[in-house]
């Protein structure tokens, strides 16, 4: 069976910041009618930094969606037309104030293909070595470095509660051990 | 540090069917303000559906956000008010067509805590056996049955590629061979 919705019109609701959402009418599959709600969002990163002893660098920070601090991987959305590799550096830097020799794209996935187009690169980043630079004027982390299987137990301990930080992190600790 | 952002004012800008969109201004931790972009979700389930021989029940279906087929465990949205446990009741019967003797919460986690709230209940479900209830009308599934590891397997090969899923996914293999 073709699966695809075929879109019929589409209205601009809300060009934001970080952000835009439309509202498409498209044509299902058995030919009737149906309204779609979509958040349009720049694509992100994710990082994994693994140091030699097999710790990884997660951020405490205050999520205001959710009105709560939580433990994440670092992080961050692209810039408008920047490549995926060069923002999870930046962040990386920025974030945890480090670079790292190794790069390597471990998965690619969407976070809520429900209603969003947000596709997320996560990225595995060892070799690490100090690295600052200027963080965006409005975030503000703490950092926290944990050995990579203890991270893990956080997340069935109900303390790592990120959807991107859970699949990265059970991600990573298949790769790592492997 | 306390990391907490205060609300100031909020302005609603989309009241939707399966999402509303506000702008809050916000007292960022040193004094600024800054403006921050919610997307308000009901929350959601998600469930891996695990039967005796160790396969586990995905649902290919077409993501209009991202024009994309994907292949996810099965989910869906909370109605209002409505118990976690008893939508991924309902949403296993519509999706997979499947009860199950056997519920079990194996993590609760946000999606997308930078600019949506929601949150997503991930249940193991065990016992199967066949009970169809009428799908939403506008959803159109394939289900696909497959051992719990190959599955494990197209995370790494790129064919599964929602969050919810490969979180999911690597959480249950690592709940099912402790």
């Known amino acids: 069976m073709d699966l695809t919705e075929v879109l019929l019109t589409s209205e601009r609701i809300y060009e934001g910041r970080i952000l835009n959402l439309r509202r498409d009418r498209v044509r299902l599959p058995d030919g009737r009618e149906a309204s779609r709600e979509v958040v349009e969002h720049p694509g992100a990163v994710a990082i994994i930094a693994l140091d030699k002893e097999k710790n990884v660098y997660l951020v405490r920070q205050y999520r205001y969606p959710i009105g709560r601090v939580t433990l994440e991987i670092p992080a961050g959305k692209l810039d408008a037309g920047e490549e995926p590799l060069l923002c999870a550096q930046r962040e990386l830097a920025e974030e945890v104030g480090l670079a790292a020799t190794e790069w390597q794209l471990l998965l690619a996935f969407y976070t809520t293909p429900g209603f969003s187009d947000e596709i997320m690169y ?57």
Do not use: C, M, N, Y
């Not at 950092?143 to 990120?162: C, H, N, S, W, Y």
């Open 122 to 178: 996560l990225f595995l980043a060892t070799g690490l070595k100090p690295h600052r630079e200027e963080a965006d004027a409005d975030e503000f982390l703490e950092v926290v470095r944990l050995p990579l299987p203890e991270a893990v137990a956080q997340i069935f301990k109900g303390t790592i509660q990120d959807a991107k930080s859970i699949a990265g992190l059970l991600a990573a600790a298949r790769t790592v051990q492997a």
